[in-house]
């Protein structure tokens, strides 16, 4: 399996641009989770799903953030319009639910810069 | 609800010395403990966890946690630093019978090992 696949690896947009990030997670993975990480706030979880249905997206900034997986092996994250606190890195994971474990594997995760 | 800290933002280390990591939790039961290593430019990448059994787990590149219930703790341990070893290491705890199927991460160490 070649894990957990992020685009793109970097991103460089303007102020109110659209953003997309994109991911694919490990076949037969059915949680799945886009977390974001910045110096000051550390890793923040934004919001997950477990069989493509989302459950807690109380991690989501605003409104301006949406995520969708319309399948088990696709998410997206799309910030619009997007502004310069946006700039992180942005992690998606995914894990196979079973009894305790809930290893979470991770993407190489995407640099947005918002200038 | 279910929390964990890392007291030490840096933890520096020549090569060949003992290292340690600390990691407190809490939880309202009992607790399933991981630790995850980010290299630069990386996502994270599972290093070992704590279940049930055994409270000294071992896991890889030859780092091994000592869960200690009295104390609520789980720090990290090696024997003998590498310089390859330096990068940010993240504690996380999951308190299953708190319902959550999320485990919740510290903000992360940065392990400096000095030639």
């Known amino acids: 399996d070649a894990g957990v696949i992020q685009s793109p690896r970097h991103e460089v947009t303007e102020m109110g641009q659209e953003v997309t990030l994109r991911c694919k997670p490990i076949?037969?993975?059915?949680?799945f989770f886009w977390y974001r990480q910045t110096m000051m706030r550390g890793l923040e979880l934004l919001i997950y799903?477990?069989?493509?249905?989302?459950?807690?997206d109380s991690g989501m900034p605003e409104d301006r953030f949406s995520a969708k997986m319309p399948n088990a092996s696709f998410s997206t994250l799309k910030i619009q319009p997007s502004e310069p606190r946006d700039s992180a890195v942005y992690f998606c994971?995914?894990?196979?639910?079973?009894?305790?474990?809930?290893?979470?594997?991770f993407g190489a995760g995407s640099r947005l810069t918002v200038l | 609800a279910q929390s964990v800290a890392q007291p030490e933002d840096q933890v520096n280390v020549a090569e060949g010395n003992p290292l340690t990591v600390k990691c407190t939790y809490s939880v309202s039961g009992n607790p399933y403990l991981f630790w995850y290593v980010q290299y630069p430019n990386r996502g994270l990448q599972f290093l070992l966890k704590?279940?049930?059994?055994?409270?000294l787990v071992k896991g890889s590149y030859g780092f091994e946690a000592e869960f200690n219930k009295s104390q609520t703790s789980f720090h990290l341990k090696k024997p003998s630093a590498l310089v390859s070893d330096s990068a940010l290491y993240f504690c996380a705890v999951r308190d299953p019978t708190g319902g959550s199927y999320i485990p919740t991460f510290g903000r992360g160490t940065s392990l400096i090992v000095h030639p």
């Open positions: 076949s037969g993975h059915d949680y």
């Open positions: 704590y279940i049930t059994g055994d409270n």
């Open positions: 994971a995914s894990s196979q639910g079973d009894f305790g474990a809930n290893v979470l594997t």
């Open positions: 799903f477990n069989n493509n249905v989302p459950i807690d």
